[in-house]
């Protein structure tokens, strides 16, 4: 399997990260750079593709902001979800869904935006996806990526005193829970972007302090408090490399243009 599919883990799934302290401080991240980077304002006319978009939390959002969405994943019991919870969009033709693949999609270069978030750690060879990724991206058009930090992963197993699994490399989770099997290198991801020809405009750490800390201290903060610090923090080094997720922003260059 090149793959975990996450048939039979949607309750744990939504349960454990969505409807937590922590799920809503990863949207409330994604909120805020995402508002910043794109042109929010542009959506309205912009056609997006969210590839292993879940329970369709981003697709959500950008529907919100009035975007035409095309939406896939691989588990049915993902896609069915989207489909009872977003029926009147799909009715009006603002969504359209699939179940797929990432490993096997192939997309033309028609979008104005591509959602990539938490998939790629899942698979066995996420940078070769990724390369494929980038294509489906039209000139001008922006990548929103967002992956599993294999350095944060790496300083859990240190913290928490499996130092010989650690160092061994062999820090991925197995597939029948939800640490992901590939975490990425975020230096890796950031050449890869580079070569691809995109420009990076943000990266940033998702829950860098947040993750780190123990439970009663973290109870201890407002959430608006907590948030408030891991934006102020999430874009400077070394927290954007320290996240449980990073999340990269970047553009395809206009090769009409040139710019």
């Known amino acids: 399997m090149a793959y975990v599919n996450f048939n039979g ?3 744990r799934f939504t349960q454990q990260i969505y409807q937590s302290r922590k799920g809503r401080l990863r949207m409330h991240l994604i909120d805020a750079l995402y508002r910043q980077y794109l042109p929010v304002q542009q959506l309205g006319s912009m056609k997006v593709l969210d590839a292993g978009g879940g329970l369709g939390q981003m697709s959500h ?6 975007a035409s969405v095309d939406y896939f994943d691989i588990a049915s019991a993902m896609v069915d979800t989207v489909a009872a919870n977003f029926a009147p969009a799909i009715a009006q033709g603002q969504l359209c869904i699939a179940e797929n693949s990432i490993t096997e999609a192939a997309y033309p270069p028609v979008y104005d935006l591509v959602n990539v978030h938490a998939v790629l750690e899942w698979l066995d060879d996420p ?3 990724l390369r494929s990724v980038l294509h489906w991206v039209k000139p001008g058009g922006y990548l929103g990526l967002m992956v599993y930090n294999k350095h944060m992963l790496m300083l859990r197993h240190l913290m928490r005193g499996t130092l010989d699994r650690a160092m061994s490399g062999k820090i991925g989770g197995d597939r ?10 975020p230096t890796e991801v950031r050449r890869l972007l580079a070569a691809g020809g995109f420009e990076l405009l943000c990266q940033a750490g998702v829950r860098t302090f947040s993750d780190l800390a123990e ?7 407002q959430e608006a408090d907590q948030f408030a610090a891991e934006l102020a923090l999430c874009e400077q080094r070394p927290y954007c ?3 449980r997720y990073v999340l990269f922003i970047a553009r395809r260059p206009d090769t009409a243009s040139g710019s």
Do not use: A, M, N, R
């Open 127 to 129: 940078y070769d996806t």
């Open 176 to 185: 029948s829970g939800l640490t992901p099997i590939s975490p990425l290198d």
């Open 9 to 11: 883990l949607i309750d």
């Open 61 to 66: 959002w950008f529907l919100s902001q009035g």
């Open 241 to 243: 490399d320290l996240g």
């Open 215 to 221: 439970k009663t201290v973290i109870d201890w903060y």
